[in-house]
């Protein structure tokens, strides 16, 4: 992968098929924030969260580790996904403890308004992909909801779908985006 928002979506489509477990650096507590909904979506859709948090013991049912290193053999899976909500500047801090991890994640994904070019580019050097100023949510919905392993799960309430984003009156439709009935999401322009 070539590490940004660039990144091609059938790359993106194969890690999430791929993967199982999702470490969340910076998960919140709080069903409101976005470091909360977007963890419980993914754990929704059938992947393993592992919540890493200091100031939490517990999150989506699964116990809080303070960092990645905290978290020792208390999980017997690789940790496939390192999913950072943390501000930019934090980013290289992680590095360190994302490379010592053994086996090393396949891929380290950076929310959306989070980059770090070095960093990035550390963890590429190591053999990471990188994905960096994207939301995994998002692209999990765009790319892969509604295969075989996430068909049937739960929708993240408030959470909104592109099917349910509104529709500017007069913009001309570039792909067609089926909901989760199958119909046509974007009608054609009258």
Known sequence: MDGDSNTPDPMIAELFRSAR????????????????????????????????????????????HADLAGIGGSIEEAIDIVNLFRASEHIPGHVDEILAL?????????????????????????GIDVIQDRCIMVDHRNLVAGSPRVADAPRVPDAPRVADAPRVADAQPTSDVRSDDGASAISEPE
């Open 102 to 126: 053994d086996p090393r994640p396949t891929a380290v994904w950076m929310q959306l308004g989070i980059h770090h070019g070095p960093s990035a580019q550390r963890l590429r050097e190591a």
């Open 21 to 64: 477990t999702i470490a969340v650096i910076g998960i919140k507590d709080r069903p409101t924030e976005d470091a909360f909904r977007v963890p419980e979506y993914m754990q929704q859709a059938g992947y393993r969260i592992v919540p890493i948090n200091p100031k939490l013991n517990t999150v989506l049912g699964e116990p809080c």
